[in-house]
Each structure stands twice: as C-alpha cells, then as structure tokens.
C-alpha cells in the first residue's frame, strides 16, 4: 500500500475557508499601506547566499534555508575540506542560494541595484513568503508570510511616527484592541552597553536582553556572564531591570542612567520627540510603551526598535515589529541612505483573530448561489442567468451533474452557500425561479428582478 504523503514540519496547507480569511488580513493591510502611499514591489523567494549570510547575527544565520547547488555539488569541494567536517565552510562550497529569512535584506538590495529608477524617499510594501529554519511550535512556522512596509532616503524621526499610526490603522480595521507597539532605541541599547563596559560585546549583550520576557531576570544575567561580560558591569543593569512608571517618567530615570554616553542620550531624544508627536496626535486601538529591554538581536538596527504584542487574553509571542536600519544598504555599497521599517506577522494575526472571534461573519462566503442541476435544458437556462448574475457582481455557479437533488443540496449545506435556485418545467415555461433560502428553508417564486432583490436582503 502506497505511504500517504505529507508536508515538512512548520509548513501547513490551507482549506479553502482559512485562506479566505488570510485574504481578509492580507487586504485589510494591504489597503492601509495603499492610503498611506506605500508602492508595491516583489522580490525572488530565494537570494545568493551572500546577500543573506552574515546581515542577520549567529543565530539568523543558523536559521536560513540554504539551497544545495544543481548536479554533483561535491565534485568541487576540497577533500581536505570534506574530511574536516566543518559545516560553515563546507555550506558556502555546495550551495550559492538561500531562501530569504526576511524581506528587509532583499528590500535593501533590490534598492542598491534599481537606485537609479528609485524616486527618494522610496516608499514600498511587500506581502511575500519569508522561510527560517526554526522549531515550530504554535505561532512559529519555517514557511510564513510577512507584510512590510518600508521608507529608504528620509532619517525624519516622522517616519517612526507614521508606522505607529499605520499599525494603529490595521488593528483598528481588523477590530483588534487593546494591542501595544512596544519601542525602544538601539543606540540607547548601544549607551547602556558603553556604561557597562560592554561595547566590545554589544550584540551578545543585546541578544541576551532580548530574552527577558522569555527566561527572565536570572537567566539572561547568567547568558551575559557566560558570553564574557563582567559581573560588574551586569550589577549596574539592575537599574533597566527595576524601570517602572509612565513613559515620561522612565525616560526621567534613563537620563541619569546614560548621562554619560552621548549616544544613549540622542536615543532619548529620538524616543521623546516620537511619544510627544503621538501623545499630540492620539491612537484608536493601540498603547505605546516604552520597552528598554526591548533589543530584537538583528545586527542591522541602528535607532527606534519597534514590536508589536497581542491582546494580553492572548497568549502567542509578538504579531509584528520593525525599526530603523541606517546602515543596511551600506553593507551593498549605496553608502548614507536611511531607512526605517515595520513588519505585519500575518500568520500570528490570523491566530489571535481567530482565537477572539474577531473574523467577520461573511468573510468565508465564496459563492452566493448556487443553481441545481436538472438536466440539460435546464442547465442551458440556468448558465444564461448565471451569466447575468456574475455581471451584476453576485458570486454564482451551477451544480456541474444531474446527480439526486439531495446530494446537490448537500453540497450547498457543506459550502455553506446561502442560496440555492431550482429550475423545473414550469419555471422554464414561465422563465421564473424557484429561490430557496438555505438558512430558513423558506422557498420563494420570483423573476429575475425579483430575485436579485431578495439575494441582496
């Protein structure tokens, strides 16, 4: 007996009822980027193995799908290096493709290789599949979609500004309360490093930080000791680790804390005037809160640092996040162009709606009508009508077989069609319809015209 087939761990198919659903997320953000002036642009699924290697940290690295080369790659690699076994070495031999880890990296090389088609500011969004390498769990998959927005050529701190307001946009139309954008600055990350003596190892400090919600207080501390960062300079964090009260008030505290680094205080400066800018303009659905533990271990984050947190009923980790990368496009040779960007977790959205029962009642209506099959001549009159139907931009189509009338009612019942129409000999003659309401069971005689009212009631 064949084996039944099945998908990779971390990928998922999708009935037709959920993809309809992901369409509704997809369109209700892809909407909001329109009204707020972003252009659309696709890139390829995979990249070369340069773009992406080394622009995402040791552990983004670790998580990219590498793409083995066509035909025998291993007749080209060194037997010295094969029988070394190590791996990192090894992989750059055998494959020069990757799949894209996100779409911020190929964002910042397809601007490096169109700058001279590109009007700056550029404003683009992206809805595309992104693949990592990662170990599934619930909201965490190794195929997902992410919905990004990105702005290149402008360091204006507004910006910052117009993504919260365009995250606030989304979850409102969604219906999603009670969502927190939380934010913090690397360059506040990067003054806390220099108070304690830890510039050296700022990455591995901020990768550590980053784990806090996740392993708490102790653990992350041990992580700093272990990756070489002294106890002393760990006891003077424990101010960032006690920072409580309003927005205002902890930027208060952390201007004593990183009086000393001039960095740490231009950070404070940039977070202040973007609170100041959304206090004066006000949110619908959303709180912004400050969050200094916040790092996101990405090496190519250079300012704000945004993630996005659920409803608290919810319990799955962040459903989008994003900053600014004033460096990116330099590591491909377009020197001094900032950028900023956020990014929508359209898989993780999906669960919290559905989990809060946010997702419109009609969003998985894919047919409107559906026209029972009793025979040939009948057919040819109901397609003559479901032509004008689909015209008047009703969603229809006729039961493919003259098969038993209960097994085509059946079939509505389980595709949830709201109307069904029969058509006998005494319709044909009077070039009438029989519409029954699927719901109530109540069947009504009516003309064309007549019918497309009810449909619409």
């Known amino acids: 007996m064949a084996k039944t087939p099945s998908i ?19 369109n209700t953000i892809t909407s909001s980027f329109q009204h707020f002036g972003f252009q659309p642009i696709e890139t390829p699924s995979f990249e070369n193995y340069d773009t992406l290697m080394g622009k995402y940290g040791d552990e983004g690295d670790r998580l990219i799908f590498k793409i083995l080369n066509s035909g025998d790659y291993l007749s080209k690699v060194d037997s010295a290096l094969y029988e070394s076994k190590n791996s990192n070495f090894l992989t750059s031999k055998i494959a020069d493709k990757a799949l894209r880890y996100d779409l911020t990296v190929p964002f910042a090389r397809y ?60 979850f409102d139309k969604l219906g999603l309360k009670h969502v927190t954008v939380n934010i913090n600055n690397r360059k506040i990350l990067s003054g806390i490093a220099q108070v304690i003596g830890a510039q050296e190892k700022l990455i591995d400090f901020t990768v550590a930080l980053d784990k806090l919600d ?13 990756k070489g960062i002294d106890q002393k300079g760990i006891d003077k964090l424990q101010p960032l680790f006690e920072l409580q009260g309003s927005f205002d008030a902890q930027i208060d ?69 994003g900053g600014r990368y004033d460096d990116l496009t330099g590591i ?107 719901i109530s069971g109540e069947q009504t005689k009516c003309n064309f015209s007549e019918m497309i009212d009810l449909i619409k009631k």
Request: charged share 25%; aromatic share 10%; glycine share 8%.
């Open 332 to 438: 491909f040779g377009l020197k001094n162009v900032s950028g900023v960007g956020i990014s929508f977790g359209l898989d993780r959205i999906y669960l919290v709606l559905e989990e809060l029962n946010l997702f419109p009642k009609t969003v998985s209506n894919n047919t409107d009508v559906l026209f029972i099959n009793f025979g040939d001549k009948e057919a040819l009159f109901a397609l003559k009508t479901i032509n004008m139907l689909r015209q008047k931009g009703f969603n229809v189509e006729l039961y493919p077989d003259k098969v038993k009338m209960k097994k085509q009612m059946t079939y509505a019942n389980k595709r949830n069609i709201p109307f069904v129409v029969l058509i006998g000999d005494e319709e044909l003659k009077t070039e009438t319809f029989a519409l029954k309401k699927m």
């Open 8 to 26: 990779p761990k971390g990928t998922r198919d999708f009935n037709p009822q959920e993809v309809a659903k992901r369409n509704y997320i997809r």
């Open 111 to 170: 601007v490096v290789q169109h700058q001279n088609d590109i009007s700056f500011p550029f404003k683009r969004y992206q809805v595309q599949p992104v693949w990592r390498a990662d170990r599934p769990q619930k909201g965490r998959f190794r195929e997902f979609y992410q919905c990004d927005a990105d702005v290149v050529g402008s360091k204006s701190l507004l910006q910052e500004v117009e993504f919260i307001q365009l995250y606030d946009d989304v």
């Open 253 to 321: 505290n952390l201007k004593i804390m990183l009086a000393s680094s001039e960095e740490g205080l231009e950070g404070i400066k940039e977070l202040s005037f973007i609170y100041s800018v959304i206090n004066s303009i006000g949110l619908k659905s959303i709180s912004l809160r400050l969050n200094l533990t916040l790092a996101r271990g990405l090496n190519y984050y250079t300012g704000a640092i945004f993630e996005v947190s659920p409803p608290p009923s919810v319990t799955i980790g962040s459903i989008g996040g």
């Open 214 to 226: 996740k392993i708490g207080e102790e653990k992350v501390k041990q992580e700093m000791l272990n």
